[in-house]
């Protein structure tokens, strides 16, 4: 909002940050031009607290007026804009609010490049979506220090590990275990993230996915899973911490949680569990409240063009409105049904070797697997070859089943 009221000349406009510092860089490359000039005490009106910091922009002098109104006039007269970052009090409504300063990419770049090389920007780039220049030197380095190297994996786990999430916002941590991905979901994204990254027209990218299944089924997993494959940041919405008994705070509150996850773009954001938000008829604060904050997250849903990538799990769609699944909001609906009986003995046989030295051989793993699928209700075809039917256990379980077989050995063998 700050670069179309900057390049359209709005005369008075107010703007935050959490990098003040920066701010004559970042409003001089906005405006596209270099005359900006950072003042400090009152505008002539009188109006506003002594000491206050503000920009000028079009290397104006200051005229000696003393209302808000002919200020506004010489100003639009001069194309000049006035930029008050972080106010400390409400300003008149002649000031246009520009919400929280955008960091432009392109300085972004410069920075990136001075540490990393020219060679590596395009690599690290899309972990530092939404930081300040001051947060991209203090990640870099934190990386660094952390991890020993800067790549695009060690920027984003610095940047779990070490950023608040904003309001509403909790960062996921990526850090992927063994985890089996279901075939509709490699299949879909081996077609569909190359797309995502790379900079073509937005209405190629892939916009998201409803997962559907029991709990369990490693729904939740595939964020984590997609933003590994990605090496980006994965952002979970916590919709509870958002609604407010003030009338209109809960949807303000979901407007600036998406308006923070496009600012951190590229990124996932993961709806977890969405029928206990949206399902039925009420909602957690009454039915109003719920109906309006589903309306703000149909329409980003449907209008953003930013590289955000929606997932969306659900323990029964039947719970929930079939506006917020249809396509142009997301991609498709998958179901996760589970895990076959060799595909977990194939993730139990992962998991076990996980545990290092205390690892499980197949003599253990395989009656550990079989009681598993006889107390989920299955049973053994005569003869003891193979399984009735075509039975499945949820990924979830098996890692439950090799847990409580990794002590029992351990046990033991003490």
Known sequence: MLENALRAR???ITVTTRDPLASKMVIDSLAGRKDTKRCSGQLPSGKLPAGITFYVV????????NTFEKLEAHYKTGE??????????????????????????????????????????EKVIPALGGLTLKEVSWLMRLASAMHGEITRE????????????PAGLQQIDAEMGPYMPEKPLRRWAKAELPFFIDETDHRLRPRGLLLEGLPGTGK???????????????YRLHCGSL??????????????????VDRDEPCVLLLDEVEKIFGGSGGPTGESITKN???????????HRTRVLTIMTTNGKRDLPKELYRPGRIDETMLFSGVTWSQALILASHIAKSYGSHHLT????????????QASGHKVNEGGMGWLGDPKVTQASVSAAVVKAVKAKIAKEK
């Open 293 to 303: 904050v589903l309306g703000e997250l149909l329409w980003w849903l449907q209008e």
């Open 362 to 373: 197949k003599a253990n793993l395989h009656p550990a697997m079989v009681a598993l699928f």
């Open 220 to 234: 939740t997993m595939a964020a984590k899973w997609i933003a590994d494959q990605l090496s980006i940041p994965a």
């Open 10 to 12: 709005l005369p008075l």
């Open 58 to 65: 079009g290397g104006i002098k200051l005229p000696d007026n």
């Open 243 to 260: 609604f407010n008994k003030y009338v209109g705070e809960t949807e303000k509150a979901m407007v600036q949680a998406l308006a923070q």
């Open 154 to 165: 060690t920027l984003t786990d610095a940047r779990r590990t070490s950023f608040p999430a």
């Open 80 to 121: 000049v804009s006035v930029v008050v970052v972080n106010p400390t009090q409400v300003l008149p409504p002649n000031f246009y609010d520009a919400g929280e300063m955008p960091t432009p990419p392109r300085l972004v770049e410069n920075v990136v490049r001075k540490i990393v090389g020219k060679d590596n920007v």
